[in-house]
């Protein structure tokens, strides 16, 4: 849903961030309405999420970080936290 929103060019310009907790990742979320006007991205996941892997997680993240310098991003690892582990 959130990935989906910061596609849409009328409902980014009314997102003033994203918070991404045990999520997928959405690699058209580069170049996106959202991320043109640098809305800022949190990411937190459990180091042993078996739904979504971390690895991929992290992976997006540090593109993020590679395709647009000082792109206001975060990521918090939850050290052997389990999917959901970073809304609880």
């Known amino acids: 849903l959130c990935w989906g929103l910061a596609q849409d060019a009328e409902a980014a310009k009314n997102i003033s961030g994203l918070v991404m907790l045990g999520s997928l990742w959405e690699d058209k979320f580069i ?7 640098r809305i800022p991205v949190f990411f937190g996941h459990g ?28 990521f918090v690892r939850f050290e052997t936290g389990n999917h959901g582990t970073p809304i609880r």
């Open 47 to 74: 180091s042993r999420d078996p739904v979504f892997a971390i690895d991929n997680q992290e992976a997006f993240y540090q593109k993020i970080r590679s395709t647009t310098k000082g792109y206001p991003v975060r």
């Open 31 to 37: 170049g996106s309405p959202a991320y043109k006007r």
